[in-house]
């Protein structure tokens, strides 16, 4: 039973790990096409910070955004219909 929750924890270590990494990488790939996005219009008028930083702070609250979550949720979802097609079916 202990060998289970080291690897359960293990588990949830590489998840955090994964989702932290996805994150960053996903909020920087959102940061330059928010700068592509100002840069390319010409029209845009007032601060290049300022128009980013609403981006941004739009993003943090997308649909998009709460999807990475999935990196919990799939595997655990994977383990217990692993288990349960071994055991029950």
Aim: charged residues 25%; hydrophobic residues 50%.
């Amino acid at each position: 039973m202990i060998a289970l929750f080291r690897l359960l924890l293990v588990l949830l270590v590489l998840q955090t790990i994964a989702y932290v990494g996805l994150s960053l990488y996903s909020r920087s790939v959102r940061k330059g096409k928010l700068e592509a996005h100002w840069e390319k219009k010409d029209a845009m008028k007032g601060d290049k910070q300022a128009f980013v930083e609403r981006g941004l702070q739009r993003y943090d609250q997308s649909f998009r955004r709460k999807l990475i979550l999935g990196v919990y949720i799939v595997p655990w979802v994977a383990i217990v219909a692993l288990i349960y097609i071994r055991n029950y079916m």
